[in-house]
């Protein structure tokens, strides 16, 4: 599976020019070449140009950037295969395929195999870069679906956790995070013992200021993909024992979210 350069520019955010550039003059990127000498990007491409974007939004010179890619070779090489379990291969094919019933029964399978705080990096990143990268006019549809099945089996581990909680903790998701990466989340934080009251698929401008002084005084945990509005950042804090921002969306933004400034990551107050 390949991109063209224009592909990649509207996937990372960065334009052509710089893409060449990072090529040309520091050797950063070194994306295959067609038999008409235009670019063809892969996955892995796709991720390092991404992990390069997150190194110079921490500050980072390119020199530098060059350096600590030097250093990971080997890795970025293996990188698509490295992040790629062999059962991924297997679901994408019956996925496209419109198998879609091997496909669910093949990911619900492999998902119960993989330990809970691996799933994001293990079995849900990989597949999301896929649908990331695919141009697939049913792209969505199935994209829905796999949705549904994240949903599904996050729900599913989150009945099986309720006798084992010892913390109780209010669970806030906002829009644009699809609501199933908000259940996968959910999941992971309650497979850590902590029972979450989930209040989902909110807008920060939708949800009333008032109605959060109404709730119990809890830890608050909120999942949003996006800079969270001050005021209401200022709330939350009057209105939780804690406040924190999962730690998994860093990951998250970085890799599906780079047109965005950032996310503000607040420790515990």
């Not at 960065?14 to 008409?36: C, Q």
């Not at 950032?262 to 107050?269: I, T």
Request: a positive charge.
């Amino acid at each position: 599976m390949y991109m063209t350069i224009k592909e990649v520019s509207e996937k990372t955010g960065v334009n052509p020019v710089t893409l060449r550039a990072w090529e040309r003059r520091y050797g950063l990127i070194t994306p295959k070449r067609s038999e008409k000498g235009y670019r063809h990007y892969s996955l892995a491409d796709l991720v390092k140009i991404q992990t390069i974007v997150d190194w110079l939004k921490q500050g980072l010179a390119l020199p530098r950037i060059k350096e600590l890619l030097n250093n990971q070779t080997q890795k970025v090489a293996n990188l698509e295969s490295a992040v790629t379990p062999e059962w991924i291969p297997l679901f994408w094919q019956q996925l496209s395929d419109g198998r879609y019933r091997q496909a669910q029964h093949t990911f619900n399978n492999n998902l119960l195999e993989c330990p809970v705080d691996l799933w994001w990096s293990h079995c849900i990143k990989p597949i999301e870069m896929r649908f990331t990268a695919s141009e697939h006019p049913y792209q969505k549809y199935r994209q829905q679906l796999w949705y549904q099945w994240i949903q599904q089996a996050s729900q599913r581990l989150i009945q099986r956790n309720q006798k084992s909680l010892r913390e109780e903790a209010w669970f806030i998701g906002f829009h644009p995070m699809p609501i199933a990466f908000q259940w996968l989340f959910m999941a992971k934080l309650q497979h850590q013992g902590i029972y979450l009251y989930p209040i989902l698929e909110w807008s920060q401008n939708s949800l009333p200021m008032n109605f959060l002084n109404t709730l119990p005084k809890l830890p608050i945990w909120l999942c949003l993909d996006h800079p969270l509005n001050p005021q209401l950042k200022t709330q939350i804090q009057t209105s939780a024992t804690k406040f924190n921002l999962l730690p998994w969306l860093l990951e998250y933004n970085s890799t599906f979210r780079s047109t965005n400034q950032g996310v503000n990551h607040e420790p515990s107050q």
